[in-house]
């Protein structure tokens, strides 16, 4: 470990320093002037620029390049407020990192003397791998202030075992931070067993969620297992918990409770040891107060709220999730956007959440031909909102020969691609037939 002479290089300080040394978490020393007085192997190996441990660096120069202390520059500061409070600090920044811009956990402890000053800080980071801040080929991506802070709270429950309930609008990665949710999880070995609550009747959730016996109803030919059973040392995600029939809801609050359930036809309990998380689109709250959702099974779930940010709401990460969405959609030839296309893409409110970003650059990518996305390739809804923008529009290619395109390019089945390009199976059928009419 390498430490700067400084008064926290006495004897007392080393003996602390050699005990981090062997924290396998990268772990520094920090002076109360923000200056880097010791960084342990770790931290050198994860953080380290070619060997250069940043020792003597002021923090804030090395983890963000700011000129000035992270408060200074719009950013939380945990030194300011342990130095307060003289208690542990922890807060989730965007470090740069010799990898790139990184989410990092970080905890900051201070150091007191025989009167109570603090005369130094032990900061220990912890690199979050379940969300990226740089385009990603999968899970979660963002950076932006609304993002950072589901992803704090994100953080804090991982680890525990308490129900978490995941509220957002439709599209907005209530299942990816389910899936991180699992990932972060000491059950993170064992199974993450998703069930989606729509359209499902009593009976069907409830042989769904129980399983059943052979011969329980007819057509059970043969034993299945539960759901609930198959969730056993993992993680159970009940998707749009605010659809469960009023009737059900009283036996999901007995296996919450308790973890037992009885499968359909049968007399044995079975035991499920999983973790929770819920997800819904609904004021939960709102149907308690109107009767149709129960109150007892709204506080049993809702024990860790979690608030997921329209993509409105976090507009500053747009470019990020676009870059992220295109890398997934053609991995191989990663199409690029005009500025005034990205200009329409900023305008637009997204009600559909990063779903529906995602059919727009799906759609987008099917229309352009020389690998750049522009206004033209974009639903006319989205044309709509920038008349200026849409005046600078390309090319007058007509809609068949843009559908001739699509149709090259497109890898799966018809009702997929009317789905992507937003039309009915019956309009692109006619479409097509002007098409041929046309060939
Ligand atoms: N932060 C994110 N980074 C990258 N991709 C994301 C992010 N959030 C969501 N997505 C993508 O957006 C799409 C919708 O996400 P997801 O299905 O998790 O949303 P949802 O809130 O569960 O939707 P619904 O309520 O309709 O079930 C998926 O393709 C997902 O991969």
């Given amino acids: 470990m390498t430490i700067l002479a400084t008064d926290l290089a006495r004897p007392d300080m080393r003996a602390l320093v050699s005990y981090l040394e062997h924290d396998l978490q990268p772990t520094i020393v920090l002076d109360t002037d923000y200056n880097i007085v010791a960084a342990n ?11 250069r441990p940043h020792v003597g660096a002021k923090c804030f120069r090395v983890s963000h390049q700011f000129a000035v202390p992270c408060d200074q520059a719009g950013e939380h500061c945990p030194m300011r407020k342990a130095h307060e409070s003289r208690l542990p600090e922890r807060v989730l920044h965007i470090h740069h990192t010799p990898r790139g811009p990184e989410h990092v956990d970080v905890e900051l402890r201070p150091l007191l003397d025989e009167q109570g000053e603090v005369v130094g800080y032990v900061e220990r980071l912890n690199t979050v791998t379940v969300a990226s801040a740089q385009p990603q080929h999968q899970g979660l991506v963002g950076r932006s202030a609304p993002f950072k802070e589901a992803l704090g709270a994100l953080q804090r429950a991982a680890p525990s075992p308490i129900p978490v309930l995941l509220q957002g609008e439709s599209g907005t990665g209530k299942e990816l931070f389910a899936r991180a949710l699992h990932e972060g999880s000491p059950r993170a070995g064992g199974p993450l067993v998703v069930v989606d609550c729509t359209g499902l009747t009593e009976t069907l959730l409830e042989s769904e969620l129980f399983g059943y016996e052979k011969g329980a109803f007819t057509g059970a030919l043969q034993r299945k297992i539960g759901l609930a059973e198959a969730a056993h040392g993992g993680t159970l995600f009940l998707d749009e918990i605010g659809e469960v029939p009023l009737a059900m809801q009283v036996k999901l609050l007995r296996l919450i409770e308790s973890g037992s359930f009885r499968p359909v036809g049968s007399l044995r309990t079975v035991h499920s040891d999983f973790r929770l998380v819920c997800a819904t689109h609904k004021p939960l709250k709102d149907m308690v107060a109107a009767g149709s959702f129960r109150q007892d099974l709204f506080y049993r779930i809702s024990a860790f709220p979690i608030r997921l940010p329209a993509l409105r709401e976090r507009s500053d990460d747009l470019p990020l999730l676009i870059d992220s969405l295109l890398q997934r959609l053609a991995p191989t030839a990663v199409p690029r956007i005009d500025p005034s296309a990205m200009k329409a893409l900023g305008l637009h409110d997204w009600p559909g959440n990063i779903r529906e970003l995602r059919n727009v650059l799906e759609r987008a990518r099917l229309f352009t031909d020389d690998g750049v996305i522009r206004v033209a390739d974009l639903p006319a809804e989205l044309r709509r909102e920038t008349p200026m923008v849409a005046a600078q529009g390309r090319r007058g290619r007509n809609e068949l020969e843009q559908l001739a395109h699509a149709l ?16 009915s199976e019956r309009t692109l059928y006619r479409r097509l037939q002007a098409l041929e009419g046309k060939g």
């Fill in 408 to 423: 090259a390019v497109f890898d799966g089945p018809r009702s997929e691609l009317a789905k992507t390009l937003g039309m």
């Fill in 41 to 51: 192997t770790a931290y050198q190996r994860q953080f380290g620029v070619e060997g």
